[in-house]
C-alpha cells in the first residue's frame, strides 16, 4: 500500500500563533551550514536563512538534486549568498573532504543544522561497517560537528542545531547491539538514530559548558509531522500496510507543511532566547504540529548516563575525538 498523503495545497494552512518566521532575526554577517539541504524541512530551513541574509553551505548527497535546490532557491531570492558542498553523512570520508572543502574554501561557519536522514529503511551496512540509520541520522553529524567545533567557536554566538523526531519517544539505544547485526527492525532502528540524536544534543552542551565554551550553544528541535520525502522507504514493505493506512488517517487531520515543519529548527537556530540542551517543536496534540515552543522530551532522553556512553562509543566509532572539549 502506497501512503497518501495530502497536496500541500490541502494542508492546514495559515499562520500559527506564537513564534513565526517574522521572528527569525537578522542573520546578515551569519554562515550557516545545513545537512540535507535539498528537500523538505532542510531546504525550507535554508530558504528562511537566505531571505534573512545569512550565507547558507548547503550540503548535500546528491549533486543533481542540489543544484535543482540552488536553483529553486535563487530564483527565490537572486540575492542569495548560496554554497553547495558534497557530503555522504554514512561515509566517514566524505564527512572528512566535506570539512577540508570548507576549511580550503574559508568558509565560516555561525549555525551548523544536523538535519539530514534517513528512514525505515532496508537494512544495509555503510562503508565503514555501521548500520546506515545509526549512521547517517547520527555517527555521521557526531564526526560533522566535532570536525567543524573550531570554526564555531570562531564565533560569539554560534548554535549547533540536532534534529530529532518525535520517534526518539519509543527509541531505545541497544548498546549491546547498536549495528541492529543481531535483530533488526526498520521503526526501531530510526528511533534508535533518533534518541540518539537527542541524547547527543544535550550531551554536547553539557560538555561545552564545563569546558566554559560559553560562545555556543547545542540546542535540539523536531518538526512534528511534516510533508517530506523521508518516509518514502515505509510503505515498500507490505508488512508495514497497517502503519501506512494509520499515517494516512492521521496526515489527514495532522499535518503541516516543510515550510511549518522548519519553524522549530529555525527557532532553535536563531532565536535570541533558545536554550542550550532545551527541545523546541510543535506545541499541538502529541507535538505533531501546532506553534513551536521548548518541549518535553521522553525521560531516556535525560539519562546522562546513557548519554555519556553513547558520546564515549561514538568517538570510538567515528574517530574524531572533541579535543576541544577536554577539561
Known sequence: MRLQLPHLAELKRGPLPGWTVQDVPD????????????????LETARVLARRGARVIMAVRDPVKGEAALADLRHDNPDADLAMGLLDLADLSSVHRFVE????????????????GVMAVPRSTTVDGFELQIATNHLGHFALTGLLLDRLLEHDDARVVTVTSIAHRRGHIAFDDLMSTRSYGRQDAYRQSKLANLLFAKELQRRLRRAHK?????????????????ATHLTEDSRLSRVAR??????????????????????????????GG???GPAGRGQLRGPTIKVKPKASALEVHDAR???ERSVELTRVPYTVLDW
Open 27 to 42: 542573520q546578515r554577517g551569519l554562515s550557516a551550514v545545513i545537512t540535507g539541504a535539498n528537500s523538505g524541512i532542510g
Open 101 to 116: 572543502w570548507m576549511k580550503a574554501e574559508d568558509l565560516p561557519v555561525g549555525i551548523l543544522i544536523n538535519n539530514g
Open 214 to 230: 560559553t560562545g555556543i550553544q547545542s540546542v535540539a528541535a523536531h518538526p512534528g509531522l511534516a510533508h517530506t520525502n523521508l
Open 246 to 275: 494509520l499515517a494516512e488517517g492521521v496526515a489527514s487531520r495532522y499535518i503541516q507543511s516543510a515550510a511549518d515543519g522548519a519553524l522549530p529548527i529555525l527557532r532553535a537556530a536563531t532565536d535570541p532566547l533558545a536554550e
Open 278 to 280: 532545551a527541545l523546541y
Open 309 to 311: 556512553a553513547l558520546w
